[in-house]
């Protein structure tokens, strides 16, 4: 982390300071958030809870009825603070509070047992918040509005991209076949084969792309068109249009990572987008 300027963060917060993320099991995955590690801290205790969902400007958290958080939280609406951990797979964890005050208190579904405790951040959370969550809505905007946006693949983009090799090992209908990757985007690619054609449209594909930092990632799609190559009868170019809901995030996150440096990002719009509202 700590890989952003000020001018950037201060994008990502004046962008998407309002746009609330749920913490899904996916999403959880993907910020590599470490739930058992988040806490609220008040009258100088600290009491483990659930966090449901936070944005850049405030935090649900589940605790239940019976904690000595509820006395605190709801009953005196002490001022409190939220302690956030993220692990990172090379470096130490990412651990920091952010300070809060309660803003609202409600039942949790139809639990009598159990509440969802609103806090209202008191001030622009740490750097660290905004570029995590910052950047993950960050992507989930350009994932949408962005889908079709072409890199081509040469020595510059994949040095920037951290791919290892651009000559990848790809299955078509569960056939290995050699290959070359072209370009990417975040919904799909196209490579480059030997062999005929028609005999890979509308085929199941898997793409495995290596990456430097952070390994093998694997893409599923399907051979959604073919093209030429000039003055090749040997060659042909495969286009493959991936599976929406089996992208791995780290992708979505890189590609968003590369174009976010070149060209001026979307604004946050009215778009919805799954597991993101406000």
């Not at 958290?61 to 302690?83: D, F, H, M, N, P």
């Not at 579904?109 to 008191?122: H, W, Y």
């Not at 072209?182 to 799909?188: A, E, P």
Request: charged residues 25%; hydrophobic residues 40%.
């Amino acid at each position: 982390m700590g890989i952003m300027t000020g001018q950037q963060l201060s994008r990502l917060y004046e962008l998407y300071n309002d746009k609330e993320v749920t913490f899904t099991k996916d999403v959880v995955a993907a910020l590599n958030l470490e739930p058992r590690q988040v806490f609220v801290k008040c009258a100088d205790a600290q009491w483990p809870c659930i966090i449901n969902s936070s944005s850049l400007s405030q935090a649900k958290i589940i605790i239940g009825v019976t904690s000595g958080a509820y006395s605190y939280l709801v009953k005196e609406k002490a001022s409190v603070s939220l302690r956030f951990h993220f692990l990172q797979p090379k470096d130490p964890p990412i651990s920091f509070f952010v300070n809060a005050k309660v803003a609202n208190v409600a039942p949790f579904g139809d639990s009598n047992e159990l509440v969802i405790v609103t806090l209202a951040f008191t001030q622009r959370p740490p750097d660290d918040l905004i570029e995590i969550i910052g950047a993950f809505i960050e992507t989930a905007v350009n994932f949408a509005s962005r889908k079709d946006e072409r890199i081509p693949v040469n020595p510059e983009t994949k040095r920037k991209l951290g791919l290892a090799r651009e000559e990848l090992a790809a299955q078509i209908q569960g056939v290995p076949r050699n290959c070359v990757l072209r370009d990417l985007c975040f919904g799909g690619a196209r490579i480059i084969l030997m062999g005929l054609q028609k005999f890979i449209l509308d085929k199941e594909a898997l793409l495995r792309l290596e990456f430097d930092d952070i390994g093998p990632l694997e893409l599923r799609g399907r051979v959604v068109g073919t093209e030429s190559v000039q003055d090749r009868r040997d060659i042909f170019v495969a286009v493959i249009r991936f599976d929406d809901g089996s992208i791995p995030m780290a992708f979505k996150m890189r590609l968003n990572s590369y174009i976010t440096t070149l060209k001026k990002p979307q604004g946050a719009g009215d778009s919805v987008i799954p597991g993101i509202t406000g």
